[in-house]
């Protein structure tokens, strides 16, 4: 399961990279379970972009989220990203995690 992690480096600037989830080797593979005090559903109206979610960071790097494909945004301080939204609104739902979830350590696919 692909997470496209948008962070903020030391210089300020935005950044995204694709880590994945860790899953169990069980037939119907599961993550641990993580702490969550909060969560909110937002709508984003379409955009410029047909079909397509795409993020872009600060740094003018552009990644495009595929069917399926989870968006953890921690890039809370910095410049910031954008977000270009597909052919239709688009449902997301937002979840607070813990300070201690590091999705860091989480394997990398893509930088």
Known sequence: MRVV????RDS????IEIREVPMSKAER????TFKCSSLFFRE???GHVE???ELESSE?????CRPGDLIFAEDAQGKGHITR?????RGFVHVAVSEDLDVSRWPLVEA
């Open 5 to 8: 992690r948008i962070f903020t």
């Open 51 to 53: 079909d397509i979610l």
């Open 44 to 46: 984003t109206p379409e």
């Open 12 to 15: 300020g600037e935005s950044a």
């Open 85 to 89: 939204s597909l052919r239709d609104t």
């Open 29 to 32: 593979p599961v993550s641990e």
């Open 60 to 64: 003018g790097r552009r990644f495009v």
